[in-house]
Structure formats: C-alpha cells, structure tokens
C-alpha cells in the first residue's frame, strides 16, 4: 500500500475516533450533566422538563446525522480491510436505531402529551397522560443509557486498538 493511501486510511480512522469521540462525549454532557443541573436549579420542574426535552431533541437530530457519516466511515474503513470497523458497524447500526427511535418517536409523542397537558392547564405530570408519559420517558431514559454505553464502548475498543491495513 502507498504512502499516501496509508496517510488517508490513518486520517480515516482519526476522524472516525475524533467524530465519535466528541459525540459520546456530548451525550454524557447533556445527559449526565447539563440536564442534571437544569433539574437542580429551576424550582419550576415543568419548565426544567420542556427545557431538558429541546435540548434532548437537538443532541437526537445530532445523534442521527453522527450515526450515519460514523456509519459511511465505518463501510469506507472495511472496504479498506480494516476488520476491527465490522463489530463496530454492528454497534453504529444500534446507535442509529436507538437515535432514531428517539428523535423520530419517543420525542414528538412525549412533546404531544406535554402540549396536551398545557392545553389543559396541567402539567404533564398532573394530566391524565402521566402514567403514559412516565413510562415513554422510561423507556427513552433507557435507552439514553444504552446510547451512551454502547457509545462509550466504541470509543474505547477503537482507542485501546490501533488497526492498520
């Protein structure tokens, strides 16, 4: 292999770390972290909820746009036999799926019973959707948590294991 296909292949596997790195890095800043403190800080838990929601919405629209050129990387490095990027893929492929449950339904169906429930006065706690949207959110805190495990997961087996052609 020439000098300038490895340089390329190395600047590949780079951005695919860097990419995924600050990523993974992003979700357990939100979630972890920024979300955490909203909750603590604003005596108003409704408004924390409808902040901590926009926020979650965004970091799942950029969950989904990562997810997919993480993916495009990870066929670019296999075409390039680097074998280390199939288990890899597998996990993207999760990745993707969880993010795009989310951003696609868990978060329009808990931002519509929440609207309800502003319509009606309430907060979506106090609605008649609450044991609904307690469960949603359940589920989508679930898989928050898988998102970014699995996450970190990737990032350390690619950090741990330097590949090469």
Known sequence: ???????????????????????VGSLFTVGYLVVPTIFA???DRQVAGMIAAAIFQAEAYVSVLVCVTLLLLANAL????????????????VLLLISALTCFGFI????????E?????????ASPSAS????????????FLI?????LWMVWRLSRHPTSP
Do not use: C
């Not at 340089?7 to 860097?18: E, G, K």
């Not at 329009?108 to 609207?115: F, G, H, K, V």
């Not at 609904?132 to 898989?143: K, M, N, P, V, Y």
């Not at 998102?147 to 996450?151: E, K, M, V, W």
């Open 108 to 115: 329009p169906y808990m931002n519509a019973l929440r609207q």
């Open 132 to 143: 609904l949207f307690g469960r949603l959110h359940g589920i989508s805190s679930g898989l």
């Open 78 to 93: 296999i075409k390039r036999n680097i074998e280390n990027y199939r288990g890899i893929r597998w996990a993207i492929l």
């Open 147 to 151: 998102q970014s495990l699995l996450g």
């Open 117 to 125: 429930a502003l319509l009606l006065g309430v907060p979506v706690m």
């Open 41 to 43: 800080n604003l005596q």
């Open 1 to 23: 292999m020439s000098t300038v296909a490895v340089d390329r292949l190395a600047l590949l596997q780079r951005l695919f770390v860097l990419i995924a790195g600050v990523w």
